[in-house]
């Protein structure tokens, strides 16, 4: 029985990931990592756990219903982080000092701001749930299938990135930017429909 909730809330987790419909998180984690390279792939784990750490840090509060929170709000505030991220990815792109900097900046970023798409992704758990009452497993093994798919979404991202800097010779600095820029516009499309 353990088996089956374990797999189960894993595969519900990795697929809440990459539901084209919630391609908000796509857009986050696509434009967080658009900065580095697959040689940076350790300072890319570092990145995801740290948003992984923080959107598992409010839904398990939200889903023990320790805290509460307005779903219109987080609903809004989701798109604003990419914005964010988008904005200060592009910045670092075009401020070469940063290009290479800023990385203890991004984990407190990432951190905060996996704690408001936490709280995103407590809706989709709470409704999964249902009435179960120990969390405990199928909270572990969501947040665990959610991490594998932005690992995922990552190396996607980090493969399209290298084809298009290694084999197109796009410059790094121009993928950053474009990636950026795009996320910034669909998030912004997000924050007013």
């Not at 990931?17 to 350790?42: E, Q």
């Not at 784990?45 to 959107?55: D, M, N, R, Y």
């Not at 509460?68 to 989701?78: A, G, K, Q, R, V």
Request: glycine share 6%; net charge neutral.
């Amino acid at each position: 029985m353990e088996t089956q909730i374990w797999k189960a809330y894993l595969e519900l987790g990795f697929d809440h990931i990459l539901d084209l419909n919630g391609y908000d998180h796509i857009l986050f984690v696509s434009v967080l990592t658009a900065i580095y390279t697959v040689r940076d792939w350790k300072k890319i784990v570092w990145l995801i756990t740290a948003f992984t750490v923080g959107h598992s840090i409010t839904l398990a509060l939200a889903a023990l219903d320790i805290i509460s929170f307005n779903p219109d709000m987080i609903e809004t505030l989701i798109p604003i982080t990419i914005i964010i991220t988008g904005l200060y990815q592009f910045y670092r792109a075009v401020t070469p000092y940063l290009f290479t900097r800023g990385i203890y900046i991004s984990y407190v970023l990432t951190s905060f701001f996996g704690l408001i798409h936490g709280f995103g992704f407590s809706n989709y758990f709470k409704a999964i749930l249902g009435k179960e009452n120990d969390v405990v497993l199928p909270l572990f093994s969501f947040n665990l299938g959610v991490e594998l798919g932005q690992l995922l979404v990552v190396a996607l991202s980090l493969m399209m990135g290298s084809i298009l800097v290694l084999w197109c010779k796009v410059p790094q600095k121009i993928w950053v930017m474009f990636l950026s820029i795009l996320c910034v516009i669909v998030a912004t499309y997000l924050l007013f429909k």
